[in-house]
């Protein structure tokens, strides 16, 4: 018993992402019952078309397509980018403007056959980038970073980052900040971070079908750093003073978190500010250890330490407090050279 074959076009949605779909009524192509057979669908240009055709009937029907172009495929066929699967879906891989039109499938077998059309449009896709649309950066103070933005479409887009503070950057060209560049392929490279860095980059790809864009949310951070000490009294161990003379013991570091600086004097005590009234000596806010009106007694080893909740270093400074020679200069200095 042969049954006449009966022709379903089942397109699920998924495979036409993101296209609209919808059935129009169509009088060339008629059911036996007089219902249209006609579908169709929309592509982005580069996409994969997918069409089904499913054909029933007793002996199972061979199907066949009849392309835009008015070629015939019949049966399983597979061509460089058109290919009829053996369920009979034809398969248009990368998909151009020039694939628009009509495509008819045709079942058939000997008791009768049907026909199905597909009206196949196809327009430019907007551009898009490969990498995520929103990320978050986080990178340490003096570094160098890439930040990637890789356009794709057709026809090509061109490529360009709005940086934090609204400057536009565009690819092999010199930007305000040497230290900002972008490569011909749309990477972001920034060296020497700075935490005033931190913001909000923008990449924007634009052709003549539309726009993307891409944001990269950067941190930039002082990382957790050991106290390192930068400065000491003129780098050298010992420091020479005279009695009564005032004398400013330097000592700075960096780190982070910043460091705390603690004088130790000669005698073991440890000196963190806050002296009593009158007191001979003061910790500058900077760091420095101020010693009012030397006297002999405040020759010694002094140690400068920083400390953070990362380390601890300390530096030895010695100080040597001599005869007031002011005098003396004075002598030399008035000493006649005339006889
Ligand atoms: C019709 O299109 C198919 C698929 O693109 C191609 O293989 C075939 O050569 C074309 N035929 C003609 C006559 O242009
Ligand atoms: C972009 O180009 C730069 C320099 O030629 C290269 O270092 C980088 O790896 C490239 N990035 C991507 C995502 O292609
Ligand atoms: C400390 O620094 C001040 C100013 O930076 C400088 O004048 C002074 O000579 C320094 N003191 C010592 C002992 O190096
Ligand atoms: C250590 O020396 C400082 C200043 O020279 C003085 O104020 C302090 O009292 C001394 N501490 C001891 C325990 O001698």
Not at 49 to 76: D, F, Y
Not at 103 to 126: E, F, H, M, W
Not at 294 to 301: H, V
Request: contains cysteine; aromatic residues 6%; charged residues 20%.
């Amino acid at each position: 018993i042969s049954f006449f074959p009966s022709l379903f076009l089942p397109i699920p949605l998924s495979l036409f992402l993101p296209l609209s779909l919808s059935f129009r009524k169509h009088n060339d192509y008629q059911w036996q019952d007089g219902q249209p057979k006609v579908r169709e669908i929309k592509s982005h240009s580069g996409k994969t078309v997918e069409m089904k055709c499913k054909a029933e009937g007793r002996p199972t029907p061979l199907v066949s397509w009849i392309l835009a172009n008015l070629t015939q495929v019949r049966g399983h066929y597979s061509g460089p980018r058109v290919s009829v699967t053996p369920e009979g879906t034809l398969l248009i891989n990368q998909v151009s403007v020039y694939d628009r039109g009509h495509y008819k499938c045709i079942a058939s077998n000997p008791a009768g056959a049907d026909t199905a059309t597909v009206r196949l449009q196809v327009v430019a896709a907007p551009p898009g980038i490969l990498e995520a649309k929103r990320q978050q950066v986080q990178a340490g103070v003096g570094q160098s970073l890439w930040l990637p933005c890789t356009a794709q479409g057709s026809p090509q887009p061109t490529v360009h980052w709005v940086l934090y503070d609204g400057t536009a950057v565009r690819p092999l060209k010199p930007s305000v900040d040497p230290r900002v560049s972008v490569f011909a392929n749309g990477t972001l490279h920034l060296t020497d971070t700075a935490a005033t860095d931190s913001g909000k980059y923008e990449c924007i790809v634009t052709s003549s079908t539309g726009s993307e864009r891409r944001v990269v949310t950067l941190t930039v951070e002082k990382r957790d750093m050991a106290p390192e000490i930068v400065e000491a009294s003129h780098r050298r161990t010992e420091v020479m003073t005279r009695m009564g003379k005032t004398t400013v013991l330097n000592c700075s570091a960096d780190g982070h978190p910043t460091p705390e600086i603690i004088w130790l004097l000669p005698n073991g005590t440890r000196f963190t500010g806050s002296p009593d009234r009158g007191s001979r000596q003061h910790l500058g806010n900077d760091g420095t250890f101020v010693i009012y009106n030397p006297s002999k007694e405040d020759a010694g080893k002094y140690r400068c330490a920083a400390k953070n909740s990362v380390g601890y270093i300390e530096k030895l400074i010695v100080l040597e407090v001599g005869q007031n020679i002011v005098s003396l200069s004075c002598c030399c200095l008035s000493s006649p050279l005339v006889v």
